[in-house]
DNA sequence: CACTCATTCAAACGTATGTTTGAAACGGAC
DNA sequence: GTCCGTTTCAAACATACGTTTGAATGAGTG
């Protein structure tokens, strides 16, 4: 069995080779088929090694999945993060518009491949597995990911709706949340079944006008 | 194989009783375990008919499951169908406000059952199965049940919403229907999981609040 | 009773799955 | 060259699954 952590050894090569390319054509398929429709027999005929290579490198098909969506995670809030610095050395001293914020929490979503369909659908489409078959070894796993980019946008939205409450502020980014969980899951859909192209410009128009309008409703409804 | 119509016989029992035990059965199964979770096993064995009785019933497993979301629909669908009555009666000649078309669309999905958690958060987990594997031949036989509410809804919103256009308006339908799904999907994770009781009439409050704010944004964003 | 149809049943079918095993191949250390 | 831990490999394992089959049952009809 051996620990998890490889070896020492020669610690400069990130990942083994089949560790790396077992992660790769894992992100690649779930992206293209689905995680529900990817057995581990496919992953491993694809990426030319053993059958035998994912359990031994990742213990099980469903913590490789789990890394396969961490990285997906951890490149989406990596460039979120990047939108947050620029959007606060823009502001100068001042809180980002809600807008600004909510942009950085959004356009990464919309990235779009050579297909122009959504790039990070399959992470969508993993993340609503998880949703819909909780474990909680897995969710434990992905929590770091989330935490400190939800940490940040809680405090810089609480500044920029100093009338807002503070759990308001939360319980309503986790509406934009939703909103972005279902757009990935239904921009999957639709460029696949229609070929239609998306009009990320457009998508990103909408979406900020409605997610900035609900984060700055007065809480007790009738805004008019 | 004979048609799916039973022959014409006692056609006053509504259903033989296996095929209503086993539909009765899959609907309950599917809300405690989700639907991946649920083999025909477990409900013939549960409903204490043959193993082949659902292949004889209803053709497929996928069929059964696409009957039982169906029905569960339709449920909630005559509900808020129902609400619409009562809230364009109230409003005489006018249309409905923005907030009481949301409260017909969103209370009837916050209905809760003996134990206080969502009643149909089930339905909202078969959805999200549906949605992730998507098959042509069920979605089409899910449709029906859907547009009507659907275009309802188009129309009133449309009424109470002169200035927003009927593209905007369909697409900001879609975004509250995804923070519903979403909300359902976590109802039932949060009452599961930490045996917190929901509280109906502040979820309600806050999500008119968010959606209704959402429904009225200005199109180009900045609303102050 | 005899006929017929829908329904039920136990059993088997065929297959896809994730996982384990035990031996072989590799590669650096001494 | 030999040892030793790591990695790869082909093969088997152990089920779990949805579906099919063909005979048995049962009720309604003539």
Redesign the pocket.
């Known amino acids: 069995m ?2 998890n952590t ?2 020492a ?2 610690a400069t090569a990130a990942e ?4 790396s390319r077992i992660i790769g054509v894992a992100e690649r398929m779930i992206a293209t088929k689905g995680a529900e ?6 992953i491993t005929r694809e990426a ?17 999945f789990a890394e396969a969506l961490a990285r997906s995670i951890t490149a989406i809030n990596t460039t979120r993060m990047a939108m947050l610095d620029k959007a606060e050395a823009k502001a100068g001293g001042r809180s980002p518009s809600v807008e600004a914020l909510l942009e950085a929490f959004i356009l990464p979503l919309l990235h779009t491949d050579e297909n122009e369909c959504n790039r990070y659908a399959h992470t969508a489409k993993m993340l609503s597995r998880f949703f819909l078959n909780p474990d909680e070894e897995i969710m434990h796993m992905l929590r770091p990911h989330f935490m400190p980019l939800k940490e940040r946008l809680l405090r810089l939205f609480s500044a920029a709706l100093p009338e807002v409450g503070k759990t308001d502020v939360e319980w309503r980014l986790g509406q934009v949340f939703a909103i972005m969980h279902h757009h990935m899951l239904f921009a999957d859909l639709r460029c696949k079944d229609l070929g239609k192209k998306l009009n990320v410009k457009k998508e990103l128009r909408r979406l900020v006008a409605f997610c900035s309008a609900g984060m700055r409703a007065t809480p007790d409804g009738e805004a008019h």
Do not use: M, P
């Open positions: 051996s620990d490889k070896a050894a020669s083994s080779d089949t560790k429709q990817v057995s581990i027999r496919d030319g090694v053993n059958l035998a290579a994912i359990n031994y490198h990742f213990g099980s098909k469903e913590r490789l």
